[in-house]
């Protein structure tokens, strides 16, 4: 029988690189999405489980809303605006940049909060970069937009502020009834499978090397994942979108596609807790960002 009272579903809402995935994986204590200083890093909603005393929190990292350039971004997009329909709170996710604003992305967020009448925390991130006086414009702007439970400042990158929201956020999880089970067991992280971060991984490696429109026209995919005598065997496709720039990706002599890999794998054995033994393919296929079967078939 479970410990677990109260369990709930929580999305987190916001822009291109304010830190959503950043701060689940700080919430949850282990690198479950894949971070970048690359817009758009995030492209499927991704489940990160926190079970701590009574309560677990389901969250729903999701893509960064943007205005879409291809019919991935169509996808994105609309995988924003689902999640919002169908869990129990949200953090709305900031970032105090310069003069305190609401922008389109923000704006249209808080009118599906308000279309929804869904529960939400404002969540101001990177506070171990902002002058602590910088905020109070931008908490007296949001909360004359909407009503937020609670506005709590905090910083993925220091762990400043989680404690307090987790906190706020335990108020807003729906009680278990009685008999009910939790969403998720206790030790689970996760509903993805090890062959998707897998692929993750290695499209954040990539993320990190590649300049300019090239990283946005990658994909990976798992293509075998076998375990025996505790060492996993793992062979992922990187897809580029264009035969130009494939010879990119590999790098000369191979050099970018073996350092992707190498800083790829590390962190697989850290999440794995296993040996991995890692194969990379590259392959092209033109214009994949607009093809609805080759987006169907990377799970997008």
């Given at each position: 029988?479970?410990?677990?009272?109260?369990?709930?579903?929580?999305?987190?809402?916001?822009?291109?690189?304010?830190?959503?995935?950043?701060?689940?994986?700080?919430?949850?204590?282990?690198?479950?999405?894949?971070?970048?200083?690359?817009?758009?890093?995030?492209?499927?909603?991704?489940?990160?489980?926190?079970?701590?005393?009574?309560?677990?929190?389901v969250f729903m990292d999701t893509?960064?809303?943007?205005?879409?350039?291809?019919?991935?971004?169509?996808?994105?997009?609309?995988?924003?605006?689902?999640?919002?329909?169908?869990?129990?709170?949200?953090?709305?996710?900031?970032?105090?940049?310069?003069?305190?604003?609401?922008?389109?992305?923000?704006?249209?967020?808080?009118?599906?909060?308000?279309?929804?009448?869904?529960?939400?925390?404002?969540?101001?991130?990177?506070?171990?970069?902002?002058?602590?006086?910088?905020?109070?414009?931008?908490?007296?702007?949001?909360?004359?937009?909407?009503?937020?439970?609670?506005?709590?400042?905090?910083?993925?990158?220091?762990?400043?502020?989680?404690?307090?929201?987790?906190?706020?956020?335990?108020?807003?999880?729906?009680?278990?009834?009685?008999?009910?089970?939790?969403?998720?067991?206790?030790?689970?992280?996760?509903?993805?499978?090890?062959?998707?971060?897998?692929?993750?991984?290695?499209?954040?490696?990539?993320?990190?090397?590649?300049?300019?429109?090239?990283?946005?026209?990658?994909?990976?995919?798992?293509?075998?994942?076998?375990?025996?005598?505790?060492?996993?065997?793992?062979a992922v496709v990187i897809v580029?979108?264009?035969?130009?720039?494939?010879?990119?990706?590999?790098?000369?002599?191979?050099?970018?596609?073996?350092?992707?890999?190498?800083?790829?794998?590390?962190?697989m054995e850290k999440l794995f807790?296993?040996?991995?033994?890692?194969?990379?393919?590259?392959?092209?296929?033109?214009?994949?960002?607009?093809?609805?079967?080759?987006?169907?078939?990377?799970?997008?």
């Open positions: 029988m479970s410990d677990i009272k109260r369990c709930g579903t929580v999305s987190l809402l916001g822009r291109p690189n304010v830190g959503k995935s950043s701060l689940m994986n700080a919430l949850i204590g282990e690198k479950i999405a894949i971070v970048s200083p690359k817009p758009q890093t995030t492209r499927n909603r991704i489940v990160g489980v926190l079970t701590e005393g009574e309560n677990q929190f893509p960064g809303l943007h205005a879409p350039k291809s019919k991935l971004g169509d996808r994105m997009v609309k995988t924003v605006y689902e999640t919002c329909e169908d869990v129990d709170a949200a953090l709305l996710v900031i970032e105090c940049r310069g003069e305190a604003r609401i922008g389109k992305p923000e704006a249209l967020l808080i009118e599906r909060l308000k279309a929804m009448e869904l529960p939400a925390i404002l969540v101001i991130n990177k506070t171990d970069i902002a002058e602590k006086s910088a905020l109070l414009p931008w908490i007296a702007l949001y909360a004359a937009a909407y009503d937020f439970r609670e506005i709590i400042p905090v910083s993925a990158k220091t762990g400043e502020g989680l404690d307090d929201l987790v906190s706020s956020l335990a108020g807003l999880l729906p009680p278990l009834e009685e008999g009910e089970e939790p969403l998720f067991p206790e030790d689970e992280l996760t509903d993805q499978p090890e062959r998707v971060i897998a692929a993750e991984f290695v499209r954040e490696r990539l993320l990190w090397h590649l300049e300019k429109e090239i990283p946005h026209g990658v994909a990976t995919q798992t293509e075998s994942f076998e375990e025996k005598d505790g060492v996993c065997e793992i580029a979108e264009k035969q130009s720039h494939k010879g990119i990706i590999i790098g000369k002599q191979g050099s970018l596609l073996k350092k992707a890999g190498t800083e790829a794998r590390l962190e807790g296993c040996r991995v033994y890692l194969t990379l393919y590259v392959r092209v296929k033109d214009d994949w960002r607009n093809s609805d079967f080759m987006l169907k078939e990377f799970g997008y």
